[in-house]
């Protein structure tokens, strides 16, 4: 069964940094296409970047801030968040497999808060 476990979420102050991890486990091989998203309160949710085939992609709100990578050999994935801001205060996914157009699989969420 796959699975995937979010965590370092937590309260920053505006202008700090986090770093958001997503350990992937249940599977023998590695998943082609990983990302994350996230969910304000009373929004709806958002892409935030994905990494597929060692290629990353940004939504224009996060691009210059924040950081996707991933290490292979721990199915591991990273999101590196600077320079935040109280908008993006949010409960962040990652998620994993790509089928017609969404991701198959879905992580429990780690909040996040930006005090300004």
């Known amino acids: 069964q796959v699975q995937l476990a979010e965590s370092g979420g937590g309260l920053v102050q505006a202008g700090g940094s986090l770093r958001l991890s997503c350990e992937a486990s249940?599977?023998?091989?590695?998943?082609?296409?990983m990302g994350w998203f996230r969910q304000a309160p009373g929004k709806e949710r958002e892409f935030v970047g994905t990494?597929?085939?060692?290629?990353?992609y940004y939504a224009d709100s996060v691009k210059d801030r924040f950081t996707i990578s991933r290490d292979s050999a721990k199915n591991t994935l990273y999101l590196q968040m600077n320079s935040l801001k109280p908008e993006d205060t949010a409960v962040y996914y990652c998620?994993?497999?790509?089928?017609?157009?969404?991701?198959?699989?879905w992580g429990q969420g780690t909040q996040v808060i930006v005090s300004s």
């Open positions: 998620a994993a497999e790509w089928s017609q157009g969404s991701p198959k699989y």
């Open positions: 990494c597929r085939d060692g290629k990353t």
């Open positions: 249940g599977r023998s091989f590695a998943f082609y296409t």
